[in-house]
């Protein structure tokens, strides 16, 4: 099992600083969940205007007996709090990402980082998308709205159809679906659009 939690601070931010800009209207509360390995800490990294908050620990001997490593052999650390990070939209929207263990020994923890969320993006990982149905059963189970994400990884199958993919997951036809590169800023930007575009027609905001 990993060691006490430590935390870490990456060296740059992506934005301007630390302050909230003076145009935030609404300050919305995220979750970025999904399977263990999927790209959760890497997405967070790539949109954040602040200094992304991560809480990550070596995989040892003992949770490498726990955790599923298939397709994710090369991965050699886990979040085992959260990791935390902040970005500015068009039109005053400011969303505070929230990302979440991927292993079902964290639920505990899930459902308390899920309090007071909004809505919810879950990465998947086309290579094994069996690994996704715990945590988007989590997310059913709280009713948040969310969207799906397909992160690309360079391996990833190619020749599944949207449909193909959304029949997989049992999605419903007004849930976003979605693919993206967590690595890149602009295509997790267009990730987030699509879950704050579904929350606006779930809850369109009141007038000022």
Not at 21 to 46: C, H, N
Not at 153 to 176: G, K
């Amino acid at each position: 099992m990993a060691s006490a939690t430590s935390s870490t601070v990456d060296a740059e931010p992506h934005g301007a600083g630390v302050h909230l800009p003076d145009t935030a209207q609404d300050l919305v509360k995220i979750l970025i969940t999904g399977p263990f390995g999927v790209g959760k800490t890497t997405l967070i990294r790539s949109v954040s205007e602040i200094r992304p908050l991560h809480t990550e620990e070596h995989l040892s001997e003992a949770s490498a007996r726990v955790d599923d490593l298939a397709g994710v052999r090369d991965k050699s650390t886990t979040t085992v709090a959260i990791d935390f990070g902040r970005i500015s939209l068009p039109g005053g929207i400011v969303l505070y990402l929230f990302g979440t263990p991927g292993q079902e020994r964290f639920r505990a923890l899930w459902d308390d980082i899920a309090h007071g969320a909004l809505g919810a993006l879950v990465l998947v990982d086309a290579r094994r998308i069996d690994a996704s149905f715990d945590v988007l059963g989590l997310v059913e189970e709280s009713g948040l709205p969310y969207a799906v994400a397909f992160n690309t990884f360079p391996d990833a199958p190619r020749h599944h159809t949207p449909e193909q993919l959304r029949a997989a997951l049992d999605l419903e036809a007004t849930t976003p679906m979605v693919r993206c590169d967590a690595r890149e800023t602009d295509s997790s930007v267009d990730a987030l659009l699509a879950l704050v575009q579904h929350l606006i027609d779930h809850h369109p905001p009141e007038p000022r």
